[in-house]
């Protein structure tokens, strides 16, 4: 569990100390330490000297005994009477008690705290008592008591506003004051970039002090020495960095040194946008080298595809969408699943089971829906329709109470909340969500990860008793869970299942994407208040410190909803043949059911050699090369049985070149301009080319002369494709036609019969068109840019995206159809969803990429250099550099089973290509 293994960690690093940041207050720093002696009893015989440290913090004083069975002593600032050190009258009063070194505190009020070393609420001392420390270095008491003195004067100014800038002044001459110790670097050697001040985050409590980066390590050095003197993450071992939002400015940078974890290794705010910025250049720079900074558009692919799980899905978009462990006003979110807590077996093939992931929380009761909305429609500008949120500071705590008691007691001034509003059934939560007049909050990752423990009370922690007089102990479970670990293995299920699989995008929608504001979101009934979205106030704006002080702790308390990472629709999964099988916070894919030998068809015999093949994609090796062109290669047609290869080149001819003897045997020429592409009907009995005469010629291989001619087109016919008697040409004069065409030895005749059938017209030259695997679809693309996906059927454009700045070099779609790949002449790839539309990702290179070949995941191009380059298209990066031709690869074509290669290029040569298994 991301959250309490962290805390675990720290417990077990620093598990001498009672004492924690957590014991401060709200937006409270901790300044620094002295050890010292409480004394009690002074004018008694019984005097004794309770050994431990003395606590300075902005808005208390606390002192934390070495003796675990002593309470720590918690005494506000605010509630000090007198902060002083008693005078020295020994020679006029010989009976006047004086000890040297000691601070002498009076005050209306002091908390005691894990007395014997138990957490429990905090036990309130009132009536005016004098406290008296002794500090082990008597010089420094007068700079202690001036030190207290000037916090309690900022504690007693009456506005929060007041108080804060007072504080943040003391914090900044303090932090003014010192640097980084570069005694602390791990070598010698290292190299500078930058120092400034920051704070380090964690849950409910920041820590300031200097941060700190070299060419090897990432340093944060605490202004009080707490948890250590220094925080070091060495460059090499950081793996995800992402800008953060912290209480509403952008001033948050948090490191990963994990791929897949919900956890960081620090988290830092700083003072101000411009050291973060060139904080996140330096280590940004250190990593584009060995590090591909992913998209929420790059993860949605792998997702669709069934490359990563649903969980780590919704992983990966709460830290796009500034989630954070660390921020438990933007704790990352996830959805409920199930709707089912009262059945004895959990049927995860009923869609009954699942909650209807298409509306809100507030949405799911129709009744209460029809409240909010009569409320809603009589409440003056600005509008909301649920008063609460579905993820806040204390709903976070509210399910990790048990695992995360101290936090609770933070947020809530040293209390557990009322044992009736505690976290004390699954079903009676879920009820709530359902029915509660202002409960409409979703779930935490917990829900969906491996470690139970924040299910069962193991601390025996007391947590007060419910109406009707039973104890508050481990969260009742629904019957169809036998144990904790159970339960959440079941949640797991659920999560993974197909029914939410084909419906987690619409959830997506209204968390993360387009549902989530304005008209859409008013449509969906997934209206919150206005201080909830990102942007809805502009704190820089407000001149009042009271006034601004007063509405960040409302947001804070209030919760804050996700940065919105999309914008259109969402598309949905695609169901793959595969099942997932979780494993930690991780899937592997199992065979949803063995397949014997005697079942194996065809079919699934070619997708294993297909897949075999683009798992070798980058152990291409070049077999064979001919120079048989006098300019650059502009299209590679081959026959069925591969000993034919036929290419077209801005030379203007068509050669026929015979794999089997390695030897030129034709070259016709049917104009003097150049030929653009060129593809071989079934039966290999005709080559058709393009041309930019603007002309299609039709030869005969059986006759070796030209058979026909199309004057197609007004301008240069760029490409051309062929599927089942229709011929789809493209053109510059800014359309592709589509014809019907019946063979000449059909008809009986010297000549083919042509019919045009449909015109797709275009604003600009179309330099490229491409068939998906079912020939119901075509993808244009332009001169300018833009990309077009046509339903050729019905001659009707489906969408249109300006992808690219500058030509579209290649187009096409994935084997399944459901994505579409372009490349052009800004070395951008991009990858579009068919569905919707909508650009999904995209990467870019050093060079243009002229032509390319992919299987949905894995993309072979080749580029401008020469170069054939291997692509993981989830990563993002470039896997293998392939060295190829002297100019520009211009062309390229595989077979079937994707074994065979033959690309062609600017410097007039074929190449051929075998794969290394």
Not at 634 to 644: E, L
């Amino acid at each position: 569990m991301a959250f309490t293994r962290k805390r675990r960690q720290e417990q077990q690093l620093y598990s001498k100390e009672r004492f924690s940041l957590l014991l401060l207050n709200l937006e409270e720093y901790y300044f620094e330490q002295h050890t010292a002696n409480h004394i009690i009893n002074k004018d008694c015989r019984d005097e004794r000297k309770i050994r431990g440290s003395l606590k300075i913090c902005s808005k208390s004083i606390i002192f934390e005994p070495d003796e675990k069975i002593q309470p720590i002593i918690k005494i506000p600032l605010r509630d000090c009477i007198s902060i002083e050190a008693p005078e020295d009258n020994e020679a006029n009063n010989p009976f006047t008690w004086y000890t040297p070194g000691v601070i002498s505190v009076v005050s209306n009020q002091a908390f005691l705290i894990k007395e014997q070393n138990i957490i429990a609420p905090y036990k309130t001392e009132r009536g005016k008592t004098e406290y008296l420390f002794q500090l082990d270095v008597a010089g420094k008491v007068d700079d202690v008591i001036q030190t207290l003195l000037q916090l309690n004067r900022a504690s007693h100014l009456d506005k929060l506003g007041d108080q804060a800038a007072m504080i943040t002044a003391i914090l900044q001459s303090r932090l003014a004051r010192t640097s980084f110790d570069k005694n602390r670097f791990q070598n010698v050697s290292e190299t500078l970039h930058m120092e400034c001040e920051a704070e380090m985050v964690t849950p409910l409590v920041t820590n300031p002090g200097h941060v700190c980066i070299t060419d090897a390590n990432l340093y944060f050095q605490p202004l009080n020495g707490y948890p250590k003197p220094v925080v070091h993450i060495m460059m090499h071992n950081v793996r995800r960095i992402y800008k953060r939002r912290h209480g509403l400015m952008p001033l948050g940078l948090e490191v990963f040194c994990t791929e897949n974890d919900l956890c960081s290794d620090i988290y830092l705010k700083f003072y101000n946008s411009q050291d973060r910025d060139e904080l996140y250049f330096y280590i940004a720079t250190y990593l584009e080298n060995h590090i591909t900074e992913q998209t929420a558009e790059s993860y949605m692919l792998q997702w669709q595809r069934g490359h990563i799980s649903n969980y780590q899905y919704l992983l990966h978009l709460n830290n796009l969408a500034d989630r954070s462990c660390n921020d438990l006003s933007q704790y990352p979110v996830f959805p409920w699943i199930i709707a089912d807590y009262s059945s004895s077996e959990l049927d995860l093939t009923k869609p009954e089971t699942f909650r209807d992931l298409s509306k809100p929380v507030g949405a799911l009761n129709k009744e209460r829906l029809e409240r909010l909305l009569t409320r809603y429609r009589e409440m003056p500008e600005p509008k909301f329709m649920y008063g609460s949120h579905y993820s806040s500071p204390g709903y976070v705590l509210f399910y990790l109470v048990r695992v995360a008691p101290e936090y609770m007691l933070c947020l809530q001034n040293g209390k557990f909340d009322h044992a009736d509003r505690t976290f004390n059934s699954i079903a009676e939560t879920w009820k709530n969500c359902l029915d509660g007049a202002t409960d409409f909050k979703e779930l935490i990752p917990e829900f969906y990860e491996n470690d139970s423990s924040f299910l069962v009370n193991s601390l025996k922690l007391d947590l007060g008793k419910r109406q009707g007089g039973k104890m508050v102990e481990h969260v009742e479970l629904p019957p169809w869970a036998s144990d904790p670990d159970d339960f959440l293995q079941k949640s797991q299920n659920a999560l993974e299942s197909q029914y939410v699989s084909e419906h987690l995008h619409e959830w997506i929608d209204l968390i993360f994407g387009y549902k989530q504001k304005g008209s859409e979101a008013i449509a969906a009934h997934n209206v919150f208040h206005p201080l909830t979205y990102e942007g809805g106030v502009d704190l820089n704006s407000i001149m009042d410190p009271n006034e601004k002080v007063a509405l960040l702790t409302q947001i804070l308390e209030f919760g804050q909803t996700p940065k919105q990472l999309f914008t259109t629709p969402h598309p949905r999964r695609i169901i793959p043949k595969f099942k997932s099988l979780r494993t930690s916070s991780h899937n592997v894919s199992i065979a949803e059911s063995p397949v014997s030998p005697s079942e194996e068809s065809f079919e699934d015999l070619t997708e294993e050699s297909i897949t075999l093949a683009w798992n070798n994609i980058a152990k291409l090796k070049l077999d064979e090369q001919h120079k048989i062109h006098k300019e650059e290669i502009t299209g590679i047609a081959v026959s069925c049985d591969g000993s034919s290869v036929f290419t077209t080149s801005q030379d203007s001819t068509l050669k026929m070149f015979s794999k089997e003897s390695k030897m030129l045997q034709r070259s016709v020429s049917f104009s003097n301009m150049a030929l653009s592409s060129c593809l071989i009907l079934p039966g290999d009995t005709t080559v058709i080319s393009s041309s930019w005469d603007n002309h299609i010629y039709f030869y005969s291989v059986a006759f070796g002369r030209r058979q026909d001619t199309l004057m197609g087109h007004d301008d240069a016919v760029s490409k051309i494709c062929w599927h089942d008697n229709r011929l789809y040409s493209a053109s510059w004069d800014s359309t592709v036609k589509v014809w019907h065409c019946v063979p000449a030895e059909v008809l009986g005749t010297k000549r083919h019969h042509f019919e045009l059938l449909a015109e797709l017209e275009h604003d600009v030259s179309v330099n490229t068109i491409n068939l998906n695997a079912g020939n119901a679809m075509l993808v244009s693309g332009t001169k300018e840019g833009t990309i077009s996906i046509w339903d050729v059927t019905t001659a009707t454009m489906l969408h249109q995206l300006s992808c690219h700045s500058g030509t579209v070099y290649a187009a096409a779609f994935s084997p399944d159809s459901r994505h579409l790949l372009s490349t052009g002449e800004d070395g951008c790839f991009k990858v579009i969803d068919v569905q919707t539309g909508m650009l999904i990702s995209s990467m870019t290179s050093e060079q243009p990429q002229r032509c390319f070949k992919w299987d949905g995941h894995s993309v072979l191009s080749g580029s401008q250099s020469g170069e054939l380059l291997v692509w993981d298209l989830f990563a993002g990066k470039v896997i293998e550099r392939i060295k190829g031709h002297t100019g520009a690869v211009t062309c390229m074509w595989m077979n079937e089973q994707c074994s065979s290669i033959i690309t062609g290029g600017e410097d007039k040569q074929i190449m051929f290509w075998k794969l290394q298994y």
